[in-house]
């Protein structure tokens, strides 16, 4: 291969986070390693799955941005959500087979008055087709091979439960949930409720964080771009952490909170702050009883080379 060919698929240490909204069809996967080849980035991940059947929002963190994406997957997110009444799939998504069809008799009325009971505080239980793990395995390896677990209810909160149109048997719901929600099943559920069954046709994320769908470029537009252009639409690794209350830290305390060195700071509040080390951004800590613990820090700040 000649020079040239090789220097354009090197990697590079690459830093930031990329709002990008991921088109239906393809997994929360494929697309990290489509945008990861792009930007030829070292390293990346996605702060929360979406399902092949979804759409919207997936911010994607790269390099030292992926130290903080967790910010991002305990964030609320917001949805529109498309419910079909009437049938029940095996997946409870259009992915899957129906397995089950009744009459709608559901009015706009009816569909609006049981959706109190699912907000605020509420237990879900989760699909068979989900990633999480009973006994080592996935669900959905036990669902494909047609074996029955016990799935156990979590805690879920849900903020918002909107009904924005009804055109039987569609009903297309707004919703603002909290982290662990699977609208799968909140689809299912809302279908049970009323005696006929439903399942989930179409899912578009619009928010997740502070971040909004409207800000997010697909990867058709950024496929045709130059590499600045692409760098250039990357938001700063702190973006992930904005919420967080700033503390700005100089001289001998910076340079010891960037190599990880505890501080007493009697003057600060307890809880997570996002801390600057000379003006740039160094971390996330932690704050309690007057002493400051770092719990995230970036690589190789300006504070740590003096």
Known sequence: MAPAAQGLRARRRVDGVLLLDKPSGL????????????????????????????S????????????FAQALLDADKRY???????????????DGEIVATRPVAASRADI???????????????PRHAALKHRGRKYYEYAREGVEIPRVAR?????????????????????????????????????????????????????????????????????????????????PVDALVGGLQRLDLEGSEAIRFCHGQRLERRDVSDGLLRIYAAGTFAGVAAAAAGVLRPRRLMTGTAATRR
């Open 155 to 235: 805690e879920i909160v849900i903020h918002q439960l909107e009904l924005r149109s009804w055109r039987p048997p569609d009903a297309e719901f707004a919703i603002r949930c909290g982290k662990g929600t699977y609208v799968r099943a909140l689809a299912e559920d809302i279908g049970t409720a009323l005696g006929c069954g439903a399942h989930l046709t179409a899912l578009r994320r619009t928010a997740t964080g502070g971040f909004a769908l409207a800000d997010g470029l697909g990867l058709d537009a950024l496929e045709p771009m130059s590499e600045p252009e692409r760098d250039a639409l990357l938001l």
């Open 27 to 54: 997994s929360s996967n494929a697309v990290l390693q489509r945008a990861k080849r792009l930007y030829r980035a070292e390293k990346a991940g996605h702060t929360g799955t979406l399902d092949p059947l979804a």
């Open 56 to 67: 919207g929002l997936l911010p994607i963190c790269f390099g030292e941005a992926t130290k």
């Open 80 to 94: 529109l959500a498309t419910v079909r009444l009437g049938a029940s799939t095996s997946t409870g998504d259009a």
């Open 112 to 126: 609006e008055a049981v959706l109190p009971r699912f907000l605020g505080r509420v237990a879900q239980v989760p």
